[in-house]
């Protein structure tokens, strides 16, 4: 690719799978993808447990607000991946779609969350080599 990759990680609360693929791939990517977020029905807040996991390997995303998806979040994106939850996306020419089947991390302890967590890391890991090689 000669411009940045822009990367879509989409859930249904923007809370918990796609804000983690979203810190993890800004994190290893280290500003050469562009990566955002959003929900088709977002939450007040990140979900606290996703939160605490990253928080465990020094990620801070307490900051984050969940954002409502919108076709030109869709536009803008060479890569949209769905997390597992069954979203709909508007289906541009020329994008690459991927779903990750992923456990749901709302109402989960921190214990139940981690184990999501590495599952999301090691495919946010692939997509970096794939994306820069």
């Known amino acids: 690719m000669s411009k940045t990759p822009e990367v879509l ?3 249904v609360h ?3 799978r796609s804000q983690i693929a979203a810190a993890l791939l800004q994190h290893y990517g280290m500003g050469r993808i562009a990566v955002r977020s959003a929900g088709s029905a977002p939450a007040e807040k990140v979900n606290p447990a996703a ?3 990253l928080a465990e390997w020094g990620l801070d995303i307490t900051a984050e607000v969940p ?3 919108t ?3 869709v536009e803008a994106s060479d890569v949209v991946i769905t997390m597992g939850c069954g979203d709909t996306c508007p289906v541009f020419p020329g ?7 992923l456990d749901d991390p709302a109402g989960q302890g921190i214990d139940a969350v981690r184990p999501i967590r590495d599952e999301i890391d090691r495919r946010v ?5 794939e994306l820069l090689g």
């Open 9 to 11: 990680f989409v859930c």
């Open 14 to 16: 923007n809370a918990g």
């Open 51 to 53: 939160a605490e996991a």
């Open 67 to 69: 954002s409502k998806l």
């Open 71 to 73: 076709t030109e979040d």
């Open 95 to 101: 994008k690459r779609y991927l779903d990750w089947q």
């Open 125 to 129: 890991r692939g997509l970096v080599t």
